[in-house]
């Protein structure tokens, strides 16, 4: 195993402004009234919620939701980015059976946006994966990993799949290429931990590069942690939510005189 490994970490850019924490009942109220006022094009509040409900376990809420969405998609990229999503919804409940379908009626789309491609192929191994489908599995995460090379997360399934069909070694370079290529994304290192501790003797070949994949991955926590931002609470988001108010009230009026 070469020694010298590259790695590189992604973390996401901070939002826009600052941040204040919601209670569920708080975004569903914000998301049902959104919904309210696009009524004629619905599409973007219908997912926004149905992803809310998915956080909060509400599944079916969240079905229906992309269901009433997909009606009102014209355009097949959208449809397709709807399908995906309904079987994300289907893994959350561990129902990988009914996420197969979905994703293999996504795939029929043929959608050419890069990043619904990837997911739908990505997704779909890892959910023919869960179901020990290794072989067939693996097919459609390297196929992701063609459309996009940049991302962890077909690596690391391509690494779950080989290591299904007994390719312990082979396994274990994919779940070290994965971690290389987002150390931000601990997965696959702590899958590479469990590789070598169900089988020792990888440990020869594999050892130097398991301490340096875990110390990229506790260099890449501590950047995350360092670029968290700031979430208003209590008081502090009230008084930032009427400060927000008056400025947009402010603006309004100023309008009405220019």
């Not at 376990?57 to 969405?69: D, I, T, V």
């Not at 739908?120 to 090379?149: M, R, V, W």
């Not at 469990?194 to 990229?216: H, N, S």
């Not at 942690?225 to 008056?246: A, F, M, N, Q, T």
Request: aromatic share 10%; hydrophobic share 40%; charged share 30%.
């Amino acid at each position: 195993m070469d020694k010298r490994l590259d790695f590189r970490f992604f973390i996401p850019p901070p939002p826009d402004g600052p941040l204040v924490a919601m209670s569920f009942a708080e975004m569903e109220k914000l998301l049902l009234n959104r919904l309210e006022k696009e009524k004629d094009k619905p599409a973007d509040a219908l997912w926004e919620l149905a992803r809310l409900y998915q956080q909060s376990k509400q599944h079916e809420k969240g079905l229906e939701c992309l269901r009433r969405a997909l009606a009102c998609m014209p355009d097949v990229e959208e449809k397709a980015r709807c399908v995906l999503g309904m079987g994300q919804m289907m893994e959350a409940v561990g129902d990988f059976e009914a996420a197969v379908r979905y994703y293999r009626e996504a795939l029929a789309l043929e959608p050419v946006q890069t990043n619904t491609w990837y997911f739908i192929n990505n997704n779909l191994g890892y959910s023919l994966n869960t179901l020990g489908q290794f072989a067939e599995g693996e097919k459609y995460c390297l196929k992701a990993i063609e459309i996009d090379p940049s991302r962890p997360n077909a690596f690391k399934n391509v690494g779950i799949a080989l290591k299904g069909q007994g390719q312990y070694s082979e396994a274990a370079r994919a779940f070290i290429t994965a971690t290389q290529v987002n150390a931000a994304d601990p997965r696959s290192f702590h899958l590479l931990e469990e590789l070598q501790r169900e089988r020792p003797e990888l440990g020869f070949e594999f050892g130097d590069a398991l301490e340096f994949c875990r110390k990229a991955v506790e260099v890449a926590s501590q950047k995350w942690k360092e670029s968290e931002p700031v979430v208003y609470r209590g008081w502090k988001k009230h008084l930032l939510l009427w400060k927000c108010k008056i400025q947009s009230l402010a603006r309004k009026v100023s309008a009405q005189f220019h």
